[in-house]
């Protein structure tokens, strides 16, 4: 049997409204052929017949949930399809729910298969349908991430959310003791570094150290081709290429970001001054950014077209 990839199930959900254990046995029951899977979900009368069900969902909302205490934190993400709604209130509770539930699983199809924390009745999965039905738009849980601190590790998980709910951020930060992940400066400090990563959509590491080998050497390989090298000798090339590196991946990491309140210092010069102030050993540990419909393909439609269609259709 093919194996079922995530990326498999949610194109098969893109391009029938259906719920992703549906979609993930129908991808099953026909050896991963997404053609046969989509004729199998409209055999069973799973597949959507609503309009809306097959249109891209590149709108919705990026929103968090911090459980109290700072321990725990989700950040997720919810598409629909117009901002209308996206603005609408029983899609933003909606939204904030599925945040909040998402702290007591793992993964999305875990999600997805339990009962809905306002109403036990139904899964959350069975919800969207219903959600679906009700405001007339294809609506796709897309992805959330949860942090949650490891045991004896001390500290908080913060967030910041821009634009509406068009960009989120999740921090870690890990803290010397309670007293300190306690303090209200310390929670303060964590806002600021997730809004220091959502006005940094470049960077992708906290610091250098953790940037991997192959990156940097990608990094090398394009330096070391760029025409304005070609005639250089290979010492001298080696050593204006280490600058530039140097120079590029500090641009990837966080710590090294002049820091948005102060740009006379960078965020790891404001750990630290944090630091003699609250006490050694604060460490930013993790973040993670979601970008509303990021590498979703948003499909162009023609107005005049669609009315078209729709008159020959009748």
């Known amino acids: 049997m093919a194996e079922i990839s995530a990326k498999l199930v949610q194109e098969l959900r893109q391009k029938t409204g259906a719920g992703m254990m549906d979609c993930k046995k129908a991808l099953k029951e026909t050896d991963g052929d997404m053609e046969k899977a989509i004729e199998w979900l409209r055999q069973k009368g799973i597949a959507k017949a609503e309009k809306g069900a097959g249109r891209t969902a590149a709108e919705g909302l990026?929103?968090?949930?911090?459980?109290?205490?700072?321990?725990?934190?989700?950040?997720i993400e919810v598409n629909c399809q117009t901002d209308f709604v996206a603005r609408n209130e029983a899609f933003k509770a909606l939204v904030q729910n599925l945040a909040k539930q998402a702290t007591t699983v793992e993964n999305l199809e875990s999600l997805m298969a339990q009962p809905y924390i306002e109403?036990?009745?139904?899964?959350?999965?069975?919800?969207?349908?219903?959600?679906?039905?009700?405001?007339?738009e294809n609506i796709q849980v897309r992805r959330f991430t949860k942090f949650a601190l490891a045991e004896d590790t001390k500290g908080v998980v913060g967030s910041y959310i821009h634009t509406g709910g068009r960009v989120g951020v999740l921090v870690e930060l890990n803290s010397p003791n309670d007293s300190v992940a306690g303090r209200e400066e310390f929670q303060t400090l964590a806002r600021n570094v997730a809004m220091q990563v959502a006005a940094c959509p470049n960077v992708e590491y906290v610091n250098v150290d953790?940037?991997?080998?192959?990156?940097?050497?990608?990094?090398k390989d394009i330096e070391m081709g760029r025409d304005d090298l070609a005639n250089k000798p290979q010492?001298?090339?080696?050593?204006i290429v280490q600058g530039r590196i140097e120079k590029r991946l500090k641009e990837m990491t966080l710590l090294d970001q002049p820091y948005i309140r102060d740009q006379s210092i960078?965020?790891?010069e404001l750990i630290k001054q944090s630091a003699s102030n609250l006490g050694d050993g604060i460490q930013v540990h993790r973040f993670v950014r979601y970008i509303l419909g990021e590498g979703i393909e948003k499909q162009?439609?023609?107005?005049?077209?669609?009315?078209?269609?729709?008159?020959g259709s009748k």
């Open 119 to 136: 109403n036990e009745s139904v899964k959350v999965e069975g919800l969207i349908k219903q959600t679906i039905a009700q405001l007339g």
């Open 266 to 268: 960078t965020l790891e």
């Open 300 to 311: 162009e439609s023609n107005f005049a077209e669609e009315v078209a269609a729709q008159v």
């Open 210 to 219: 953790e940037i991997p080998a192959e990156v940097a050497q990608k990094e």
């Open 235 to 239: 010492n001298i090339k080696e050593k």
């Open 62 to 75: 990026v929103d968090t949930y911090i459980q109290p205490g700072g321990q725990v934190g989700v950040l």
